[in-house]
């Protein structure tokens, strides 16, 4: 089984900058894909990256593109989400995921495509 921690939530102002960790336990996280999704009070939850296997390849999704990036490390057996330029419309539980392919390549956008969840970090932005 693999357990995913995420880290580095809080309360920050509008244009500030956060770091999210993912920390995976139980298994390396170098075998997965991993991806970030956040959800906000009373809507779905949304994709916001994903990095591949191999590290090389990062998709996005279109609200956050050029304000997050996504990383890896897998030495550290961690997957970061730097965000940057937060707005009030950034509020949400983070979450990230983990996805164990054989494709390194593969950049997963769906939710379906993720065997683990981690329990969320809350990001607040206030304006």
């Known amino acids: 089984q693999v357990q995913l921690v995420e880290s580095g939530g809080g309360l920050v102002q509008t244009g500030d900058s956060l770091r999210l960790s993912c920390a995976a336990s139980g298994r390396s996280i170098s075998g997965g894909a991993v991806g970030w999704f956040r959800q906000a009070p009373g809507k779905e939850r949304s994709f916001l990256a994903a990095?591949?296997?191999?590290?090389?390849?990062?998709g996005y999704g279109d609200s956050i593109k050029g304000r997050f990036t996504i990383s890896r490390d897998n030495a550290k057996n961690t997957v970061s989400l730097q965000m940057n330029s937060l707005k009030p419309e950034d509020t949400a539980v983070y979450y990230c995921?983990?996805?164990?392919?054989?494709?390194?390549?593969?950049?997963?956008?769906?939710?379906?495509?993720?065997?683990?969840w981690g329990q969320g970090t809350q990001v607040n932005v206030s304006s």
């Open positions: 990095i591949s296997r191999s590290g090389a390849y990062t």
């Open positions: 995921a983990a996805t164990y392919i054989i494709s390194m390549t593969w950049t997963p956008r769906s939710e379906r495509a993720y065997d683990y």
